[in-house]
């Protein structure tokens, strides 16, 4: 039984940065020595970003009061404890959550009374009652609407919360499943010379999406992607287990992204895809010349570069994962969802995509997609064929 990612709504922070903005910031923190600062302007100038969003509104007053991240007086990042970073959590990512559940179901196919499940996907921040229960609140869903939680796993959320949905839908025929991932990276922004640090701070960034799975086929005319199959697999140990990792500190959430990680990609993607492609035999003889499109999550640019090298593959295949990094940065487990969003209004029917994202082990996840029309006439074909009757 086929299951589709019908819609992909967006939702972001009021406030957008340009890419200098937070770097002249950055530079300007006395933690940081000559050579850092010189690090920090290559990492942010090479990034290939050119605006972040923030739910932290201060960088871009320097004239206002100090507030819990920024004193603008003397262009000071402020240190605020876990504890204090975790309330704004709370706040906005709630606001976000509900923003971009509501919009999907408000574009989609469904009513609310449809919704049995919703899942919620964040590694930057943790309260409970969560936002799977803010949503289901919200949008006024019904007790009954089963509710789960991924947390803590990196930028590759998405796919285990796909892969989940899959299932409810295929345990269900009549399942119709909310994916909601909300990322708050930018709270947990640290000035330091850490060469790990200053990669961090110069790619991530805030942003959410949600995304509507169910076995229902698409409405007449109407555009969806169908979820083939899914793969995890892992870097042979020792390799990587160092180099990508998210860990808890007293003062926000610390991030190890080394900059060996790109040149590990590199050497293993071609072999993690194998039991991806080896599941279909026309791809397991074309391998990854076989996919006509494909999502890669933007780590940053670097490993853009490398996998695009790896696999050969075109400028225009990487133009959706490059183009959402350029607008929008890193916002780890939301980013492979805002590309599959553009993708998914532009694959034509019966081609193929292939996804992938990467996170903390080092751990590579993907997924095999289809593009699918509605069968039958959309309401506009048949006002445009009335219309050619009238004539």
């Known amino acids: 039984m086929p299951v589709y990612l019908h819609d992909i709504a967006l939702a972001l922070p009021?406030?957008?940065?340009?890419?200098s903005v937070i770097r002249d910031v950055i530079k300007a923190q006395p933690e940081l020595d000559r050579l850092a600062k010189r690090l920090t302007g290559a990492a942010f100038n090479?990034?290939?970003i050119d605006q972040r969003y923030s739910v932290v509104k201060e960088?871009?007053?320097l004239e206002g009061e100090a507030g819990l991240f920024f004193d603008p007086a003397n262009t000071r990042m402020l240190t605020p404890t876990t504890g204090?970073?975790?309330?704004?959590?709370?706040?906005e990512a709630t606001k976000l959550y509900v923003e971009a559940a509501r919009k999907a179901l408000d574009e989609s196919q469904f009513e609310a009374a449809d919704i049995t499940h919703v899942i919620t996907v964040s590694c930057t921040g943790f309260f409970a009652p969560g936002p799977d229960y803010a949503i289901v609140r919200a949008?006024?869903?019904?007790?009954d609407v089963g509710r789960y939680h991924v947390g803590f796993m990196g930028c590759y959320a998405a796919f285990p919360a796909l892969k989940m949905a899959k299932a409810f839908c295929l345990a269900d025929p009549n399942a119709a499943v909310l994916v909601v991932s909300a990322e708050l990276c930018t709270l947990h922004m640290r000035a330091s010379p850490d060469t790990d640090t200053i990669i961090a701070a110069s790619v991530f960034a805030d942003g959410c999406a949600a995304a509507l799975v169910s076995a229902r086929p698409p409405a007449p005319g109407k555009r969806a992607l169908q979820m083939d199959h899914f793969e995890t697999t892992l870097t042979p140990p020792g390799v990587g287990e160092a180099e990508m990792a998210w860990t808890i500190g007293d003062q926000g959430y610390e991030m190890v992204l080394s900059s060996y990680v790109p040149s590990i990609i590199e050497s293993h993607i071609e072999g993690a895809l194998s039991p991806l492609l080896d599941h279909?035999?026309?791809l397991a003889e074309a391998r990854h010349t076989g996919v006509e499109h494909w999502a890669v999550h933007p780590g940053g640019r670097s490993i853009l570069d490398k996998?695009?090298?790896?696999?050969?593959?075109?400028?225009e295949q990487m133009y959706p994962s490059r183009e959402t990094l350029r607008q929008y940065g890193n916002m780890s487990s939301a980013t492979i969802l805002f590309i599959l969003r553009d993708l998914l209004h532009t694959v034509p029917e019966g081609e193929r995509v292939c996804a992938m994202a990467f996170g903390p082990g080092l751990t590579v996840e993907m997924g095999l997609?289809?593009?699918v029309v509605g069968a039958g006439e959309s309401e506009t074909e048949t006002a445009q064929r009335e219309l050619a009757g009238v004539r």
């Not at 009021?14 to 890419?19: R, V």
């Not at 204090?84 to 706040?91: L, M, T």
């Open 280 to 282: 279909e035999p026309t």
């Open 139 to 143: 949008l006024d869903l019904g007790g």
């Open 59 to 61: 960088f871009a007053n």
């Open 46 to 48: 090479a990034s290939g």
């Open 307 to 315: 996998v695009q090298t790896a696999l050969k593959l075109s400028d």
């Open 14 to 19: 009021e406030t957008a940065y340009p890419q």
């Open 369 to 371: 997609l289809s593009g």
């Open 84 to 91: 204090q970073r975790n309330v704004v959590y709370a706040q």
